[in-house]
């Protein structure tokens, strides 16, 4: 895959939207890598790092004497999250621009980690494959991935359903899945991973950056659905400005995707 067949901006509106989505998501993945026993000492890699927030969660983990690699396709992400490191004093992290599925696997990591990934990618099989050639034998594979139709709001809004709508279909013309979460567990045993599990949550608020995320989403998947004719330019600012105008009253509540969390050794 190549940032063509990626559904959403990347450079630097694309990374200003993950950052705040790693924040709203912090807790939950962190809480995550703390019940699968993310330890000092281990050899971890982020594939499709993003900001590289995640990384540094990693390398907050494995401390010191462990080692992250976040790797990337998308050249400013991994620049910015370079830059951010470093003056954070994360010395174990090394970013690099790589493609996950030109990468030969070397089987030398203790945890591979990949969040919002699969979805975008039309063969997931075949990533969930490259993922595991960079474990070592018994390693551990974590995935986090999206359930898209699994959005609430209340009370109801045409205008939220349109855009779940919306994105997954822009992001089934490029050839993912954006309901590829629960699917995820059973991939993994399908492949013969051990001791599969599961784990499903959903981020929904009142106030607050989860609310932001509908509008700012659509506007970052504005160019691929004016690529695809879609919709028009005027029902996308449209729809926008609904969402971001539903946002603003502390009296709707909204919802992120459902998000499944899910793991197994090789
Ligand atoms: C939705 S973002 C998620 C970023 C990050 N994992 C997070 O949760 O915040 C997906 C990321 O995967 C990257 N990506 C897409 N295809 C890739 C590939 N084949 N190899 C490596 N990274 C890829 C994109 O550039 C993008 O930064």
Redesign the pocket.
């Known amino acids: 895959?190549?940032?063509e067949?990626?559904a959403?901006r990347?450079g630097k509106e694309?990374?200003d939207r993950?950052?705040i989505?790693?924040k709203i998501?912090e807790p939950t993945?962190g809480k995550l890598f703390k019940r699968l026993g993310i330890a000092p000492g281990m050899r971890c890699l982020?594939?499709?790092?993003?900001?590289g927030?995640?990384s540094r969660l990693l390398a907050w983990c494995v401390k010191d004497t462990g080692k992250v690699e976040g790797?990337?396709?998308?050249e400013y992400?991994i620049e910015t999250a370079r830059v951010e490191a470093a003056k954070k004093g994360f010395d174990q992290i090394e970013f690099r621009k790589?493609?996950?599925?030109?990468v030969a696997g070397e089987s030398k990591f203790d945890v591979v980690?990949?969040?919002?990934?699969l979805?975008?990618?039309p063969d997931p099989e075949k990533?969930i494959k490259a993922l595991r050639d960079h474990l070592r034998p018994n390693g551990l594979l974590i995935l986090?991935d999206v359930e898209f139709r699994g959005h609430f709001c209340y009370p109801d809004f045409d205008a939220f359903r349109d855009y779940v709508n919306l994105y997954s279909k822009v992001v089934k013309l490029k050839g993912g899945n954006a309901n590829i979460g629960i699917k995820l567990p059973r991939m993994l045993t399908d492949a013969r991973f051990t001791n599969v599990g599961v784990k499903v949550y959903q981020h929904s608020a009142l106030t607050g950056d989860v609310k932001l995320m509908a509008g700012l989403t659509l506007e970052n998947i504005g160019d691929s659905l004016l690529a695809a004719n879609i919709i028009s330019e005027y029902e996308l600012k449209d729809l926008i400005r609904k969402l971001n105008s539903y946002a603003r009253h502390d009296n709707t509540l909204m919802s992120l995707p459902r998000i499944v969390q899910t793991w197994g050794n090789a």
């Open positions: 895959m190549n940032n067949n990626y959403i990347g694309g990374y993950l950052k989505l790693s998501l993945t982020d594939v499709g790092c993003g900001t927030d995640v790797w990337d396709i998308d992400c790589l493609d996950i599925l030109a980690y990949a969040r919002f990934l979805s975008h990618l990533v986090e």
